[in-house]
């Protein structure tokens, strides 16, 4: 019964290494492919559109709830040590560190895993349970350059651009509630921003987010492209990359605060 | 010439194709026949490299296949025009940009010579009318009307037809049928073997054909290669299949015919 335990756990060690594995083959494949992008801009500038621009209402929301979440969360801690006054200045500077380096990238890249992740494990998945994948191939295309390779770079280029923009609208977030709810004014708030703001702050989220976002394309790619079994398999396909997009996310994440 | 030697595919535990062997004449109609999970399917993926053997090899046209590179993969693929089972039709484009998608993608970006060749093809496989029986207005309305469609705006029939139409751009040498009439009706099974018969001779292609139909057999084969539980049972003229005393392929001819036999019982009552 140990044998069978430790046989178990040691296949689930190799198949988690033989995915990754897997992975990251198609990751050189994918970046293979990155020199062709000017000549498959149709398809680059159309997954940016599905990937970018579809997904600001959705970024609108986060950003601007993320920003008064960690503003509410903020001033109640300093409150409840009773350093509302100590802190005063330092408020601002400490929402926007936070939101610019962690908050943002983090929560924004989880939401679009579900939706750009979902979305393109499912869309890849069907093609690939209906032959198309194979009708590629046998046009000569490679699925790599026609179908993983656009997803991957238009994630890569719009992810930085939404989470400028989703730390934009969370400090806006944040302003809103610190006035109207801490009766700050713009000075006490902007001013601490001013006064605090690092540029390594705003660089940090914009790596991160870069990171994410091909991760995030990689893997609905990935599993997109060994989908079995009909409509039940494509939609296990669409939950199973939000899930792996998101622990990958989470992991990254650590393994971004260890390093810079 | 297309060279198949000794092909065997397993699945996990179940062995699909257990050592396969013959040859495809070029310029001929060759029909590979068996009951469902025979592995005619697994068979013709192996033959282009969409699936690679356990053991064995196919060599076409003097080349074999697991020894090419992706890029002459690739470039070998280029000649072999593939009809899916289910047409396989890309589904987020019209009809013409399916047909339109292979070569634009490999560089070739003269419109007006795309959209002719898509309207020579939508006519060789008889969505549009012969060009020289009807005007052009005529000729031009259906061929917008065609073109535009998406696939789930077309019939099975017609979706298939669109699938042979894509896999006859470019010109290739060999065609491959995933069971062609599978799913259609009588009638339009047999305009799809009309149409398979029509185009080797008018296009002097190399056909490759999957079936379970013995009336598609009859009627477009000039060999005949049987599989059964993963081997050859049989090789030969269509003549030669009817006359076998082969149990198997008796058995399987047999069967065709009551299955058919019911059916227009049934019509009958």
């Known amino acids: 019964m140990i044998g069978d335990g430790v046989a178990a756990v040691g296949r689930g060690v190799t198949g988690f290494f033989a995915e990754l594995g897997r992975i990251m083959m198609l990751l050189l494949s994918v970046l293979r492919f990155f020199p062709t992008a000017l000549r498959s801009r149709k398809l680059v500038v159309e997954q940016m559109w599905q990937i970018g ?208 | 010439m297309i060279i198949i030697d000794n092909l065997q595919k397993s699945f996990g535990s179940r062995q699909v194709l257990r050592g396969v062997s013959f040859e495809i004449e070029t310029g001929a109609t060759t029909v590979i026949i068996g009951r469902s999970g025979t592995g005619k399917s697994v068979l013709l993926k192996l033959m282009v490299g969409l699936l690679k053997p356990d053991a064995g090899s196919v060599t076409i046209d003097g080349r074999r296949i697991a020894e090419l590179s992706t ?103 060999y065609v491959f049928y995933d069971e062609p009439t599978t799913g259609l009706d009588p009638v339009t099974s047999e305009q799809i073997d009309n149409l398979v018969c029509d185009l080797t001779q008018k296009l002097d292609v190399t056909s490759v054909v999957i079936t379970h139909d013995i009336f598609s057999v009859y009627k477009v084969a000039d060999k005949v290669v049987m599989l059964d539980e993963g081997a050859i049972q049989f090789i030969g003229t269509p003549q030669e299949l009817q006359r076998s005393s082969d149990p198997v392929v008796q058995e399987f001819i047999e069967r065709y015919a009551m299955t058919h036999a019911a059916r227009d019982v049934h019509t009958n009552d």
């Open chain 2, 71 to 173: 890029d002459e993969l690739f470039e070998m693929r280029r000649t072999i025009g593939y009809v899916f089972q289910g047409a396989a039709l890309f589904d987020s484009m019209s009809v013409a940009d399916n047909l339109i998608l292979g070569m634009w993608e490999h560089g070739d970006r003269d419109v007006p010579k795309l959209e002719q060749e898509v309207r020579r093809n939508l006519s060789n496989v008889g969505l549009l009318p012969d060009p020289s029986s009807v005007s052009t207005a005529v000729f031009e309305e259906a061929y917008h009307q065609l073109s535009s469609k998406m696939p789930s705006e077309l019939s099975g029939g017609m979706r298939k037809r669109v699938g042979v139409a894509r896999a006859l751009m470019g010109t290739p040498r």
């Open chain 1, 53 to 260: 621009v579809q997904s600001l209402t959705l970024v609108t929301l986060v950003g601007a709830f993320t920003g008064a979440i960690a503003a509410l969360q903020a001033t109640n801690l300093f409150a409840k040590f009773n350093l509302m006054a100590l802190a005063r200045p330092f408020i601002g500077g400490s929402i926007s560190t936070v939101v610019f380096t962690e908050l943002s990238p983090v929560l924004t890249a989880l939401v679009i895993a579900g939706r750009m992740g979902g979305s393109i494990a499912a869309q890849i998945g069907t093609m690939q349970v209906s032959e198309q994948i194979d009708a590629l191939e046998m046009m000569a295309i490679h699925p790599s350059r026609y179908l993983a390779m656009p997803r991957v770079l238009a994630a890569m280029a719009m992810m930085p651009v939404l989470i400028i923009y989703a730390n934009a609208v969370a400090i806006f977030g944040a302003y809103m509630l610190m006035i109207m709810k801490f009766g700050f004014s713009s000075d006490d708030f902007f001013g601490s921003i001013r006064n605090h703001f690092s540029a390594y702050d705003i660089l940090i989220g914009i790596i991160k987010s870069l990171v994410f976002g091909g991760a995030t394309a990689l893997i609905g790619c990935y599993i997109g492209f060994r989908t079995t079994g009909g409509a039940e398999g494509v939609g296990a396909a669409a939950v199973r990359s939000f899930t792996i997009a998101s622990a990958a996310i989470l992991v990254l994440d650590a393994l971004f605060g260890y390093i810079l």
